[in-house]
């Protein structure tokens, strides 16, 4: 299928496969953590610690550091550098090391505490993006909410399903044409596909279930013979 976009009843196809595809997969650490826990405080803090960060160093950083600061009052309390400390080596730790005391200092200011379930009161938040925002929402929370980063934006682009050239235009758009019943599940699905199958550099379309269908747009699959496994 050559550069034929794909139906929204053929993405909600692929969508519904992948679920029991990446079933066997890695969980990403930030939905390890809220099945852990119903602490939306120690969701926030993970999901700031995961941009540009691999699951394994956010996991190490973020047990570090909740032995420190359980709770946004002992995170206020810790110096810039004791926190630059506790996350290294994740991304720009220094940057997230500022922004997480005042990010805490706000959390008990305004919240008591608590950490606010809204989009707009989230993106007040240093540290914060929409990417964040609607992960902490829809993993903290279990509200409705479209975490599109790379991979998603990236996937659906391929898919045909959008056109668009942000992750953020790619949220919209999503917004409009995904059930919302599927919205919360996009993010852990095809960021566990991106990572694992449909990369970005060397994508595996040749064992991808998806192969035969999927439109592959602006794609260079990896030169190889292997079949397709498990293809719909």
Known sequence: MANQVLSRAQVLCFLDALENEVLAYQVPVV???????????????????????????????????????PNPEALASLAVHEIAQLIYPVGFYQTKARQL??????????????????IEALLELP???????????????????????????????????????????????????????????????????GQKTCRPIGPQCDICLLATKCPRIGVQPRK???EPMHAI
């Open 127 to 193: 540290g914060v993006g929409r990417k964040t925002a609607n992960l902490v929402l829809s993993a903290a929370f279990g509200k409705p909410a479209i975490c599109v980063d790379t991979h998603v934006h990236r996937i659906m682009n391929i898919w045909g399903f959008v056109a668009t050239g942000s992750p953020q235009e790619t949220e919209m758009v999503l917004r409009r044409r995904l059930p919302k019943r599927y919205w919360s599940k996009v993010n852990r699905f095809l960021v566990a596909f």
């Open 101 to 118: 005391p005042t990010l805490a200092a706000i959390l008990i200011a305004r919240y008591d505490g608590a950490v606010p379930d809204t």
């Open 31 to 69: 939905d390890l953590i809220a099945v852990q826990t119903t602490d939306p405080y120690r969701v926030l803090v993970a999901t700031v610690l995961s941009s540009r960060t691999k699951d394994e160093v956010t996991a190490g950083a973020a047990t570090r550091l909740f032995e420190r600061a």
């Open 224 to 226: 190889t013979k292997r």
